[in-house]
């Protein structure tokens, strides 16, 4: 049990490491609480995948676990001061290739959620929102899902926002790349060492690092001779494309209004496509790509993991023109010929830690003492920003449920990642632009 004289740092100021932060401190003040990131947490650009233009935020699941707990965020971003100025209402449309409509609709009814939730025929769909989805791709289509209640958030702004809070609280912020666990032969945790050497010691040591948990796991478990630390096949790190386009005043005029836009697939077809709404102030549509991808490479001699680019920026704003055309083909897929002729200005690469079931892992580290998990967002973690705080500090206090304990767990069963349209299956290494050679 936690007494509120514990200390802890926490590997990560992205979502999962900020909100548990911001519940540490609020519950026990008087703790030593440490934020360690790579980036400060108002730099220009980081790495983090939360700190992004925009994400979605809904409560679309066919996993009620997942609807649940997006249903508890979503009323805080709507309600909560600190959170609501982030959220804006759009509404979300989905097309769907299976089940997942009805779903999502079972599952609003089983938790009692009123909302104006219903799923539509594709020629019902297709004279919505001014019939900006009329030439969308309806191949394979079997009905359309529309939820008013979801929408979007402004990422980086609420991340920026969320972490100046609990910095005012008291929380600490050390601006720097974690080198290694340090961890003795027993397998107990005492904190972490900097690339630049510097070590900080705590009771609890948190890592939410997102993509870069497996490698900073793989560094932990060669440094310290605990095999077991490692990540194996828990985790891996997967990057996608997004990309935006600047609206002209008559296009902005027609997509101001629209709702967040997602293109449904079955596992065996790949993952979702998204289309967000123009931002207020610089008027930029958002896509996402259709390629999830690995990038395996030799972290250490002889160990092979997918990790990020070895470079501070995870090489994110450095986009070839195979991914590149994924955002295009994003965009046809949604408006047809209409926006055929959109330049897209701004492309990154986003990078996660992914499971094969998309479940976060919320958890103790079973090889060492002293260690938790906070990661595994899969793309999707981003709307439980105002809760998932709250739920790691649960596990911190061995009181979090036994079905998320299990669904959680750092050990568990992991089935085949085939059945998941969302796990990174391609190579960067094949993604990336030929290099071309002169002729001699």
């Known amino acids: 049990m936690?007494?509120?004289?514990?200390s802890y740092i926490i590997v990560g100021a992205g979502v999962f490491g900020v909100s548990t932060a911001y519940y540490l401190i609020q519950k026990y003040p008087n703790a030593s609480v440490t934020l360690v990131d790579r980036d400060a947490y108002d730099?220009?650009?980081?790495?983090?995948?939360?700190?992004d233009w925009n994400k979605v935020v809904r409560a679309d699941y066919e996993d009620i676990v997942y609807c649940e707990l997006a249903l508890e965020a979503q009323d805080i971003f709507k309600s909560?001061?600190?959170w609501k100025p982030f959220f804006h209402e759009t509404g979300?449309?989905?097309?769907?290739r299976d089940d997942y409509a009805r779903g999502v609709i079972d599952n609003y009814k089983r938790l009692g959620r009123k909302a104006d939730i219903k799923a539509v025929s594709i020629e019902e769909a297709k004279k919505l929102y001014g019939g900006l989805l009329k030439d969308a791709d309806y191949t394979g289509v079997k009905e359309v899902l529309i939820n008013p209640t979801g929408g979007w958030g402004a990422a980086g702004d609420s991340l920026r926002a969320i972490t100046r809070k609990v910095l005012e609280l008291g929380v600490k912020y050390e601006v720097a790349e974690v080198a290694t666990l340090l961890l003795n032969k027993n397998g107990y945790c005492s904190g972490i060492k900097t690339t630049k050497g510097k070590v900080l010691q705590a009771t609890h040591t948190i890592i939410a690092a997102g993509a870069f948990t497996p490698t900073l796991l793989e560094y932990s478990a060669v440094n310290s001779g605990l095999p077991n630390v490692a990540a194996g096949f828990r985790l891996v790190a997967g990057g996608i494309t997004t990309g935006m386009t600047?609206?002209?005043?008559?296009?902005?005029?027609?997509?101001?209004s629209m709702p967040v836009a997602f293109q449904g697939y079955r596992p065996d077809q790949g993952p979702f496509l998204g289309s967000l709404p123009p931002t207020p102030d610089e008027r930029e549509m958002k896509w996402w790509g259709q390629t999830?991808?690995?990038n395996t490479r030799e972290v250490l001699p002889g160990h092979f993991i997918s990790s990020p680019p070895p470079k501070p920026d995870y090489a994110q704003w450095e986009v070839s023109k195979r991914l590149k055309e994924d955002i295009t083909h994003a965009n046809k897929m949604f408006y047809g010929k209409d926006t055929a002729h959109w330049k897209m200005e701004k492309h990154r690469i986003c990078w996660d830690a992914f499971t094969s079931t998309t479940d976060f892992i919320i958890s103790p580290h079973s090889a060492a003492k002293g260690l938790y998990l906070a990661t595994g967002g899969s793309f999707h973690g981003y709307k439980f920003f105002p809760v998932i705080g709250k739920y790691v500090v649960q596990m911190l206090e061995g009181k979090l449920s036994p079905e998320l304990t299990e669904k959680w767990a750092w050990d568990r069963y992991r089935p085949d990642p085939?059945?998941?349209?969302e796990y990174p299956r391609a190579e960067m290494k094949d993604l990336i632009d030929p290099v071309r050679t002169s002729k001699l």
């Open 246 to 256: 600047k609206l002209d005043d008559e296009s902005h005029a027609r997509f101001s």
């Open 80 to 82: 909560d001061p600190l």
């Open 292 to 294: 999830i991808f690995k």
């Open 43 to 51: 730099a220009d650009s980081r790495v983090a995948a939360s700190w």
């Open 418 to 421: 085939s059945l998941n349209g």
């Open 92 to 96: 979300l449309i989905w097309t769907c």
């Open 2 to 6: 936690l007494t509120g004289k514990e």
